[in-house]
């Protein structure tokens, strides 16, 4: 391979991979598939040669899904973390997602696409161009007021379920709060810019369906992240005895009905990204006194 310009790997570090060409334009992907594979408020991505990509390391730990007759997901089947995307039928190209990049290498979005589609607890505010679809089936950017499909609003249960369809989920009780975290862990998990999180109480959480499905990654002590064996969709972990539902808002099949109320580890954010959500934002973990609002 050519002297190396990006480099990444996943969360646990079993898979990692390299181009020796730098994207010519990255771009953040707002449709249902994106959010359900990566748990987030939308995918990053950016496409180049593959006769340019090479992995490193971790073949055997990779697993593909294919979300669509043109379009495998590749994950890491040990943490779950997204990799990239293979486009069946265009075999030149993939398209890697940033948040496994290192991240000083990774190039920065130029735009919003898939936006009609976009999750409603989250707002664009960042002044990219936005495209209702993707660019070359609308032909001019849409304005940021631009409609989204929002899922169905409910003061009932929140649902939520994996991309593949095979694991579904319920909790019975509304969410406490919704928060996006930029740590390097949530980057290389979700594969995007950030994760973000439904928090609320655990109690009666069920899986409706598959959960034979789930498994997880302890990414660190206590710290338990879920994903479908399938699909690599993330879906909610347990904490505190099962009293505390953290949700990857991007699973979410209802509306929330709630928006950021923070921001974590904002310290270490990714350097292309640029933060725009007015939640307020903690450099690193927030102090006890912001969870005791909440007990």
């Known amino acids: 391979m050519p002297p190396l310009e990006i480099s990444g790997r996943c969360l646990c570090g079993a898979v990692r991979y390299a ?7 990255a771009e953040y992907c707002h449709c249902a598939m994106c959010r ?9 991505n950016a496409a180049l040669p593959a006769a ?47 948040g496994g990049l290192k991240s000083d290498l990774a190039p920065r979005p130029e ?30 950017p849409v304005g940021a007021a631009a409609a989204a499909a929002a899922a169905p609003s409910t003061a009932g249960p929140i649902e939520g379920s994996c991309l593949c369809g095979a694991v579904a989920y319920r ?32 109690e009666g959480f069920a899986w409706t369906r598959g959960g034979d499905y ?15 064996q399938v699909c690599g969709g993330k879906l909610p972990a347990l904490e505190e005895e099962g009293s505390h539902a953290i949700v990857p808002a991007g699973s979410l ?6 928006i950021a109320r923070a921001q974590f580890f904002c ?19 927030p102090p006890d006194a912001f969870w005791k609002q909440w007990d």
């Open 19 to 25: 181009a020796s060409a730098r994207p010519e334009l």
């Open 171 to 202: 909790l019975p009780g509304r969410g406490f709060f919704l928060n996006h975290c930029h740590c390097s862990m949530c980057r290389r998990f979700t594969g995007s810019a950030f994760g973000s999180f439904l928090h609320a109480a655990g």
């Open 52 to 98: 340019s990509f090479a992995v490193l390391q971790g073949e055997r730990a990779i697993l593909g899904y294919r979300s669509s007759a043109r379009r495998e997901r590749c994950f890491c089947r040990r943490c779950g973390s997204s990799l990239f995307l293979r486009r069946l039928g265009e075999p030149e190209g993939v398209v890697l997602h940033l």
């Open 36 to 44: 359900k594979a990566h748990g987030a408020a939308f995918s990053a």
């Open 111 to 140: 735009r919003h696409v898939f936006v009609a589609n976009k999750a409603p607890w989250y707002a664009l505010a960042d002044g990219l161009a936005q495209y209702a679809v993707y660019p070359g089936f609308e032909p001019e």
């Open 214 to 228: 789930v498994t997880s990654y302890e990414s660190s002590p206590g710290n338990r992240r879920a994903f479908c």
């Open 267 to 285: 310290g270490s954010k990714a350097p292309w990204f640029e933060i725009s959500d007015p939640a307020p934002c903690y450099d690193a973990f």
């Open 253 to 258: 099949d209802t509306d929330p009905g709630v």
